[in-house]
């Protein structure tokens, strides 16, 4: 299991990645700080670090889970298949389960 | 003789042994998760579960200490899709086939002679093969990018999928694919061509001018005898079927009471004119006919048939058996079958009797003896 990884970039903010508890029995993803401007770049920095996670969140083609959604600083993402909406360098992404999937 | 039995369950992976106080489950694994597919290889000893984790997708995951414990391994998974495939709508549907994995719904071992081989069919009827047990998978894109693969639909499901997968002992590139619903599938050459070319199978539920169209038969099952390799059994949507020229052309069996209807069947490994089926009435309606669970049993190639019913529930059992949770062990005297209410019975006498294991179960979706 990979440690809890951070990235630091002295002086300058990061996105914090923060995902649903129900992933944990499955795959650890604790929360941590991943660079990038848009939702894509943050997972990629992210999934970088814990490869089996890519999986739970992105379906084959590497759109978000069809039950699955992503908040913006408590925003829904407009984009779900490129996954191309900004995220502010101070700005926290949120992975959770959509009550859709039953 | 096998003592163990796998049993994939709607909310966990079960281990049945026998002891010397009778069989009872001895081992529980992946509770709560989605079981859709078991598999133990009999070269190496490995065990391998197809996982359904709804919300976070098909997952795989293997055991080479005969299930101590478990690792996640590589779960297949679609190639991107390129920009210039074009789709061909489902026929029945009307919708565009997504290449993004929905079931892990057969897993097979390649041939003796090619270790590490694992084959895996899915909804949404790709064809996957690894070469490395797990750690990675690859569709078959000859098959995959087919067009008449496109005139496949689900048969139960929104998707059709490869629920049978038969490699041929005496050469390991001759396989055979059962789809629902899309037929029954070969090549010849492990997976470059392929063929739809059996015929003989009907179709009852389409318009006549397309019921003997190999391509659009719903087999729920196909099952070939250890033994007699060209002889193979299939149960239908539209009832059963027999052949025993290696899938070239199939005999509809008829008149069979109570019912034609069911999704599963086994065949006796040594003799190819034994086999089991777990009828229920066709076809929406999907219990036992007259609220009994029996299972039939023919000795002569589907001359005649018995019902086999000591041990079994026969007033208000609502128990239907899904296609992959039928099997009998390599010597064709043990058999097990589990239902959708979780009851699960094993016998051992060729299904002259049967014993309860359970009542209380998961569904289940699939037992599988382990066949050293």
Redesign the interface.
């Known amino acids: 299991m990979p440690s809890v990884f951070l990235i630091f970039v002295i002086g300058k903010a990061v996105p914090h990645v923060r995902f649903t508890d ?2 944990q029995r ?2 650890k993803c604790p929360a941590a700080e991943a660079q990038g401007e848009t939702v894509r770049e943050v997972l990629t920095a992210y999934f970088a670090e814990i490869p ?1 996670a890519k ?3 992105l ?4 759109a978000l ?1 069809k ?2 959604v992503i908040f913006v600083n408590s925003q829904q993402i407009a984009d779900r298949v490129k996954l191309s909406d900004s995220v502010p360098s101070d700005g926290t992404v949120e992975i959770i ?2 009550l859709s ?2 | 003789m096998s003592d163990r039995i796998l049993v994939a369950t709607r909310k966990g992976l079960f281990t049945i042994t026998k002891s010397n106080t009778g069989w009872s489950i001895s081992q529980a694994d992946f509770l709560a998760d989605n079981c859709s597919m078991v598999m133990h290889d009999p070269r190496d000893g490995m065990l391998l579960v197809g996982l359904d984790h709804g919300h976070f997708g098909c997952k795989m995951h293997r055991s080479r200490n005969g299930g101590k414990s478990w690792e996640e391994c590589a779960s297949p998974a679609y190639p991107e899709k390129p920009d210039d495939f074009e789709d061909i709508p489902n026929p029945m549907s009307n919708t565009v086939i997504k290449w993004n994995t929905e079931l892990l719904w057969e897993l097979q071992p390649g041939g003796n002679d090619e270790p590490g081989v694992i084959w895996c069919g899915t909804l949404p009827g790709g064809l996957f093969r690894s070469n490395d047990a797990g750690d990675s998978w690859e569709l078959n894109r000859t098959l995959w990018e087919d067009p008449r693969r496109q005139e496949w639909f689900g048969g139960g499901f929104d998707y059709p999928g490869i629920h049978s997968i038969h490699v041929d002992p005496r050469d390991s590139a001759h396989i055979l694919l059962g789809v629902s619903c899309g037929g029954v599938w070969r090549t010849t050459d492990g997976g470059k061509t392929w063929e739809c070319d059996g015929t003989g199978m009907r179709a009852e539920y389409m318009p006549e001018e397309k019921a003997y169209d190999p391509g659009i038969q719903d087999p729920h099952i196909l099952v070939r005898c250890r033994d007699s390799l060209d002889c193979l059994w299939v149960q239908h949507h539209n009832g059963i079927f027999r052949s025993t020229d290696n899938a070239r052309s199939w005999q509809e069996i008829t008149d069979v009471k109570p019912s034609t209807f069911g999704f599963a069947v086994a065949v006796h490994p040594a003799d190819p004119n034994t086999a089991w089926f777990v009828p229920a009435i066709k076809d929406e309606k999907r219990i036992p006919v007259d609220a009994k669970v029996v299972v039939t049993r023919t000795r002569d190639g589907g001359e005649t048939f018995e019902q086999l019913s000591k041990g079994l529930p026969q007033e208000h059992a609502y128990d239907l058996t899904f296609r992959h949770s039928l099997d009998v062990d390599e010597n064709g005297d043990r058999l097990v079958f589990g239902t959708t209410t979780g009851s699960l019975w094993v016998s051992e006498d060729q299904g002259d009797s049967w014993q309860n294991v359970s009542t209380h179960l998961p569904p289940i979706y699939c037992t599988r003896f382990v066949k050293e």
Not at chain 1, 59 to 62: A, I
């Open positions: 129900n992933i499955h795959v089996f999986n739970y969140v379906d084959d083609q590497g889970r039950h699955m389960q959509a999937g039953g």
